[in-house]
C-alpha cells in the first residue's frame, strides 16, 4: 500500500495551555501512530498557525520517560521511589483512604488541587463534579504568586479576570485603539500567538505600543516606547501618571460619573461611604452624592442630580469628600519627578505616557500576572485599573456581540442539584490548612495538570512543612515531576492525543478535540479516572458515557452560548461562538462589586489603610542601598519554549533552550567577579541553584532574571 492508502488524518486541538492558546491541528495517523502535526485550518486565517510547544505534542506523547501504569510509592516521600500497582487496586486504596479521611475530619479534608497547563473543560469539569458530589474541597489555582492579580481585581472590578475589561474591543475585531499599554506581561513569549501577533496588527493599523516591564523583552523590542522600571513599583508608576492626568484635565468625567464610585460622598470621620440611613432618608443603604442643583447629598440614582465629582462638603455635620477628590489628592502627593525617584522611569517619559493615555480615543491595556507576582501586587493591579478608569479606557457598557460559551461548569457540578457544591480554598489558604488545620483542617491532596512542588511558593516549606502534614497524596500525571517523587498514589494519565474534549476558549470558537490515538501503555483519561474514583464512592451513575458523554453534556446544556451548536457540526471544524445581536443601543455592564461600579475607592479595605490605590514599598527588595538584606531583586518571565514547567524535558526544544540561565545586569557581574556564560549559584533563605549567567543590559541594575518553570 501507498503511505497515502495507510495513513489517516484526524483535526485536534492543542488545549489551551493555562489559557493562552488553542490552536487546531492535524494529526497524521499511520496505523496507530501519530506520525507529523500541522496546523489545522480555521474559518479565521489568523488562527490557522501553531507554536513550538504544538508542534512538540509527539515528543510529549511519545516520551520515554512517561508514567506508564500506576504506581505505589515503597520510600521516604521525596525519593521517587516506586512500585508498580494495578488500576483497581489503586484506585481501591484511595478510595478507602478517602473514606477513612472523611469519617475522621469530613470530606472538605479532600483537597482537589487543578492546575492550567493541558486543562481542558471535560477533564478539570469530571474532577469538580467529584469535588462536587462528595463535598470535598476545590483547591484553585489562583493564588500561589498570582493572587495579587485576582485579588486586585475583584476590588476595583468585581471580578478576578480583568483581562477583557482593560482590552476593551482590542480582541473582537474592532477598530484598533490609537494606544495600546503592554503593562508587565511579555506576550511576545508567553502569548505570541493568541496575543502578540493582534498587537503586531494593530500596531501596523497605527496603534502606538508602549512597554512597562523591569525587561527590555521581545515584547519591549516591538514597541513605540519602553519603560524600565523598578520591580513592584508599578502602583508608584500609576499614581504619577494619575497626578499627571489630573493636572491636565485629562480624567474623563462622564465616565467616571456614570461608571465608578467617583462621586460617592466618603465620610472623613470612618472612612465609609455616606449612606441614607446617615441621613435618615428612607433609603438607607443607598449611597449618597452631592447634587450640586440642590447643594445637598442625595441617593446617587435620584432623578434630575448633578453629582459633584469633586470638592468637601458637610451633610447633617458630616464631613465629606468625594472619592475622586480622595484618589486626587493621593495623586498629589506623588508627581512625576517623585515617581521616577521611584520607579526608575524618566519623569518625562511618565508625563508623556500619562498625557498619550489621557488624549487617546481609546487605550487598551494587556497585562498579566506577571507585574502582580509581588507583595502587594493586588495594589499595582488596582492602580493601573485605576489609570484605565479615570481616562475611560474600561469596557463598561455592551452592546451586543462575542460572548464566550459555556465556562460556568454547571452542567458538572449541579449533577445532584439536592447536594451542596464543594467547600473552596486558595492555594494559599491550602498551605495553612494541611498545617495548621484553618480554616478546616485538609489531609489529602489530588494534583492534576498541576506540578505543585515546582511551581508553587516556597519549596522548603511544602516539602518540610506541608507535605508531612498530609496523609494522602495522589497525582495523575505524565511524567514523574518534582511533586510526583512525594506522591503515595502516583496515576498515569494521558497525552491530549489519547482523549477527546471540548474547546471553547480562548478563541471566540468552539473546537473539538478528537481523540486521535488509543491511550498509550496503561494511560487513562482524567475523565476515566475520575469516573474510576466515583464508582468506589458511589457516585458512578454520575459519569456514565466517559469523556464523549461529557461533551454531550455540555452540547445539551441549554446555554445560549451554545445553541445551534452540535457534535456533527464539531466535526466539520470549528464553529463560531454565538454572539448576542446588536441591542440598538449601550447597555451598562454591571460590575460585581458591592456598589455595582467600578470602585476606585474600596470601602472593604478601610481598615487595611488601602481604600485607594496607596504605594507600598515591596518587601525585600534593593530598592534602597541601607537596610535590605537582599542586594538583587529576583523576578521570573516567562520561556517560549516552555508553559510553566510543561515542555522542559522535550529534546527538540532543549536543543533549542538547553540550560536554564540567570540574565543579569553587566555592572552587577562585574562587581561580583561574573563573566557571561559562567556557572554562577543563585540563592536566599529559601532555597539555592546553579545556572548559566546571561549578561545584557536589557534588564535593570540590581535586577535578575530567571524564566518561570
Not at 474559518?43 to 520517560?65: E, F, K, M, N, V
Not at 461611604?273 to 433609603?283: S, V
Not at 464566550?404 to 439536592?418: C, E, I, Q, S, T
Not at 563573566?675 to 535578575?704: E, S
Request: net charge negative; aromatic share 10%; glycine share 10%.
Amino acid at each position: 500500500m501507498s503511505d497515502q492508502e495507510t495513513t489517516r488524518t484526524v483535526r485536534t486541538v492543542c488545549p489551551a495551555h493555562c489559557g493562552i492558546d488553542a490552536c487546531g491541528i492535524l494529526a497524521h495517523v499511520r496505523g496507530d501512530r501519530v506520525i507529523k502535526v500541522e496546523p489545522a485550518d480555521f474559518p479565521d486565517p489568523r488562527y490557522r498557525r501553531i507554536c513550538l510547544r504544538g508542534l512538540s505534542a509527539l515528543d510529549i506523547t511519545y516520551h520515554p520517560d512517561r508514567l506508564q501504569y500506576p504506581m505505589r510509592r515503597v520510600g521516604p516521600r521525596g525519593e521517587g521511589r516506586f512500585e508498580r500497582i494495578s488500576w483497581d487496586e489503586a484506585l481501591d486504596e484511595i478510595a478507602d483512604r478517602f473514606k477513612d479521611i472523611a469519617a475522621r475530619f469530613g470530606w472538605p479534608a479532600i483537597g482537589w488541587t487543578l492546575g492550567g497547563p493541558g486543562a481542558g473543560t471535560t477533564k478539570f469539569g469530571a474532577y469538580l463534579r467529584l469535588a462536587s458530589l462528595t463535598q470535598s474541597t476545590r483547591v484553585s489555582a489562583w493564588g500561589y504568586g498570582d493572587a495579587g492579580l485576582p485579588c486586585g481585581s475583584r476590588v476595583i472590578f468585581g471580578t478576578h479576570t480583568p483581562f477583557a475589561l482593560l482590552m476593551g474591543g482590542f480582541m473582537t475585531g474592532e477598530k484598533p485603539p490609537d494606544l495600546i499599554v503592554v503593562w508587565g506581561s511579555n506576550p511576545g513569549e508567553s502569548q505570541p500567538l493568541n496575543m502578540m501577533r493582534p498587537i503586531m496588527d494593530a500596531k501596523e493599523r497605527g496603534a502606538r505600543v508602549v512597554v512597562i516591564d523591569p525587561r527590555f523583552t521581545i515584547t519591549a523590542s516591538k514597541a513605540d516606547a519602553y519603560l524600565g522600571l523598578k520591580p513592584g513599583t508599578d502602583t508608584a508608576l500609576a499614581l504619577g501618571m494619575l497626578h499627571e492626568i489630573f493636572r491636565s484635565g485629562l480624567q474623563a468625567d462622564a465616565f467616571i460619573r456614570r461608571h465608578t464610585v467617583g462621586a460617592y460622598l466618603v465620610r472623613e470621620d470612618n472612612g465609609a461611604f455616606l449612606r441614607g440611613g446617615d441621613l435618615g432618608l428612607e433609603a438607607a443603604a443607598e449611597y449618597l452624592v452631592w447634587d450640586q442643583t440642590s447643594g445637598t447629598a442625595r441617593p446617587r440614582n435620584e432623578d434630575g442630580i448633578d453629582p459633584a465629582l469633586t470638592g468637601t462638603y458637610v451633610a447633617a455635620g458630616i464631613g465629606c469628600k468625594t472619592a475622586l477628590q480622595l484618589l486626587m489628592e493621593l495623586a498629589e502627593a506623588y508627581p512625576p519627578e517623585r515617581a521616577a525617584e521611584i520607579t526608575g522611569v524618566p519623569a518625562e517619559s511618565i508625563t508623556r505616557l500619562a498625557r498619550r493615555i489621557g488624549q487617546a480615543e481609546s487605550a487598551a491595556f494587556i497585562t498579566h500576572m506577571g507585574f502582580t507576582r509581588t507583595y502587594h501586587g493586588d495594589i499595582s493591579l488596582r492602580g493601573l485599573g485605576t489609570v484605565a478608569a479615570v481616562t475611560g479606557n474600561i469596557s463598561a457598557t455592551f452592546r451586543g456581540g462575542h460572548r464566550p460559551a459555556v465556562l460556568n461548569w454547571r452542567p458538572f457540578l449541579k449533577a445532584d442539584p439536592a447536594r451542596p457544591s464543594y467547600a473552596r480554598l486558595g492555594i494559599l489558604q491550602l498551605y495553612d490548612a494541611v498545617i495548621s488545620g484553618k480554616p478546616f483542617p485538609v489531609k489529602a491532596v489530588w494534583f492534576s495538570f498541576i506540578n505543585f512542588f515546582n511551581q508553587c511558593v516556597d519549596s522548603r516549606k511544602i516539602a518540610e512543612r506541608m507535605f508531612p502534614q498530609l496523609e494522602l497524596i495522589v497525582a495523575a500525571e505524565l511524567f514523574m515531576t518534582p511533586t510526583a517523587r512525594y506522591c503515595d498514589i502516583l496515576l498515569p494519565a494521558c497525552s491530549f492525543l489519547e482523549f477527546s474534549d471540548l474547546i471553547p476558549f480562548p478563541y471566540p470558537y468552539v473546537q473539538l478535540q478528537r481523540k486521535v490515538i488509543e491511550p498509550l501503555f496503561e494511560a487513562r483519561s482524567d475523565v476515566d479516572i475520575a469516573a474510576g474514583l466515583a464508582r468506589r464512592l458511589g457516585f458512578g451513575d454520575y459519569f456514565q458515557g466517559g469523556e464523549e458523554g461529557f461533551i454531550d453534556l455540555i452540547l445539551d446544556s441549554k446555554d445560549p452560548s451554545m445553541e445551534g451548536i452540535t457534535r456533527r457540526r464539531l466535526e466539520s471544524g470549528p464553529i463560531p461562538l454565538n454572539v448576542v445581536p446588536d441591542l440598538g443601543r449601550e447597555i451598562d455592564i454591571p460590575f460585581s462589586t458591592p456598589s455595582g461600579k467600578i470602585e476606585l475607592y474600596s470601602e472593604e479595605l478601610v481598615a487595611d489603610g488601602q481604600a485607594l490605590p496607596v504605594y507600598l514599598e515591596p518587601l525585600e527588595t534593593p530598592l534602597e542601598p541601607e537596610g535590605r538584606p537582599y542586594p538583587l531583586a529576583y523576578i521570573q518571565g516567562h520561556s517560549r519554549f516552555r508553559t510553566h514547567s510543561m515542555f522542559a524535558n522535550v529534546s527538540g526544544l532543549l536543543d533549542l533552550n538547553p540550560e536554564p540561565v540567570v540574565e543579569m545586569h553587566p555592572a552587577d557581574a562585574a562587581e561580583r567577579g561574573i563573566d557571561d556564560d559562567d556557572w554562577v549559584t543563585v540563592y536566599n533563605d529559601r532555597g539555592r541553584t546553579t545556572l548559566r549567567a546571561r549578561l545584557t543590559d536589557g534588564i535593570r541594575p540590581r535586577v535578575i532574571n530567571i524564566t518561570e518553570g
